[in-house]
Structures are given as structure tokens and as C-alpha cells.
T-cell receptor, first 114, second 117 residues
Framework: ETGVTQSPTHLIKTRGQQVTLRCSSQSGHNTVSWYQQALGQGPQFIFQYYREEENGRGNFPPRFSGLQFPNYSSELNVNALELDDSALYLC?????????????FGNGTRLTVT | AQTVTQSQPEMSVQEAETVTLSCTYDTSESDYYLFWYKQPPSRQMILVIRQEAYKQQNATENRFSVNFQKAAKSFSLKISDSQLGDAAMYFCAYRSTFIQGAQKLVFGQGTRLTINP
């Protein structure tokens, strides 16, 4: 079974630009969530998608947005990049949105904003 | 809001010895899940062990076990017979049982574990 894959692995952007990060969920998984992990910190929940709808969001501004596609792949979009957006972005998927369903994480995308 | 605190930024242990990583959390909920994740240099979060709050028995997975003290809101991880491959960042995490945002994990700041040969 294919695990969670994220692309690209590394990315450098300039302040004010926009960025799109991509995630392919593990086969059979219909729920995806995104996390931001600043250097030396634990990950912070950005939002969750289930069946193409956002159904849970953390304390992040609207310039962080997402999409989930019919094949359950997902995108994280960040507009008007700020220096503090520099972080590792992790995608996680599960086969249901139930609490009993374990999360499977990808290897993340390292975003650097200069 | 729930919070998770790991008070040990770094720990080290001799290979084959036992080490305990500490975690405390704060919540007003009575039912929830607690986790320990391992993050090696590959950056992928790997689930080490899971504990349901309604279960009094401490979870065990091979060399990994937890000491879950619900009243004290404490959830420590014990690694027995430490191996070089155990070296990584370890994160304690909390997950609510509410469906919306069910994938929301609240993580601690992490503990970097070094294994000395």
C-alpha cells in the first residue's frame, strides 16, 4: 500500500508570494489534515478535510486555505507569505474521520520564506 | 483549549538502558486519546503508542510502555533496552473524541532523545 506522499520536499519563496503544497493520501483514505511545524516546535493543526469539505480548523488566518479532490489528494495554499510561515508542513490522512482511525503522516514539505 | 507540555527538551541514555520521557496535559474533557510519536531525521511522524483515556490499563508496545495517570494528567513514555534506532524527536500528543476536527492533534514541544553507544 502506498503511503502519504508530499511534494515538493523543499521550497523557497519570497515574502508576499503565494505557494501551493500537495499531498497524496494513503490509498483508501478519505480524510486529510495539514499541520505546520516551526523549527524546534511541535506541529500545529491547520485544518482538516473530509469528502472535499473543510470540517475542522485551527488558529490560522484565512490566507491559509485548502482543497481536497475527488481522489482524496489535497492542496494547502498560503497567500501573502510572511517570514513566520517558514516551517515544515505535514500532511496526514486516515481512512475515516472517526477518532479511532490512526493518522498516517507524510515526510513533509520544508518551506523557507525569504 | 487543551495544552500539552513536555518539560525535557533533551534526554540521553546509554544503549540497552531504560529511559523515561515526561508529558503533562491539560483538558476539561473526560474522554480523549493520548499518543507518543517519533520523528526521526526523515521528518515523518511515526506512531509509537496510543492510550485511550477510558482505559485504566497502561498501553504497551514491545519495548515501549506508558505510565498514564489520568487524575494527575500525566502521560510518560518508557523505552526499555534502548537501541540506536530509537534516537529521534519524541512528541506527546492529545486528541479529542469530538468528530469535527477529529484529526486535530495537540502536540507538545518535543524531547530530543540521544542514544549513546
Amino acid at each position: 500500500e502506498t503511503g502519504v506522499t508530499q511534494s515538493p520536499t523543499h521550497l523557497i519563496k519570497t515574502r508576499g508570494q503565494q505557494v501551493t503544497l500537495r499531498c497524496s493520501s494513503q490509498s483508501g483514505h478519505n480524510t486529510v489534515s495539514w499541520y505546520q511545524q516551526a523549527l524546534g516546535q511541535g506541529p500545529q493543526f491547520i485544518f482538516q478535510y473530509y469528502r472535499e469539505e473543510e470540517n475542522g480548523r485551527g488558529n490560522f488566518p484565512p490566507r491559509f486555505s485548502g482543497l481536497q479532490f475527488p481522489n482524496y489528494s489535497s492542496e494547502l495554499n498560503v497567500n501573502a507569505l510572511e517570514l513566520d510561515d517558514s516551517a515544515l508542513y505535514l500532511c496526514a490522512s486516515s481512512n475515516t474521520q472517526g477518532v479511532d482511525s490512526p493518522l498516517h503522516f507524510g515526510n513533509g514539505t520544508r518551506l523557507t520564506v525569504t | 483549549a487543551q495544552t500539552v507540555t513536555q518539560s525535557q527538551p533533551e534526554m540521553s541514555v546509554q544503549e540497552a538502558e531504560t529511559v523515561t520521557l515526561s508529558c503533562t496535559y491539560d483538558t476539561s474533557e473526560s474522554d480523549y486519546y493520548l499518543f507518543w510519536y517519533k520523528q526521526p531525521p526523515s521528518r515523518q511522524m511515526i506512531l509509537v503508542i496510543r492510550q485511550e483515556a477510558y482505559k485504566q490499563q497502561n498501553a504497551t508496545e514491545n519495548r515501549f510502555s506508558v505510565n498514564f495517570q489520568k487524575a494527575a494528567k500525566s502521560f510518560s513514555l518508557k523505552i526499555s533496552d534502548s537501541q540506536l534506532g530509537d534516537a529521534a524527536m519524541y512528541f506527546c500528543a492529545y486528541r479529542s473524541t469530538f468528530i469535527q476536527g477529529a484529526q486535530k492533534l495537540v502536540f507538545g514541544q518535543g524531547t530530543r532523545l540521544t542514544i549513546n553507544p
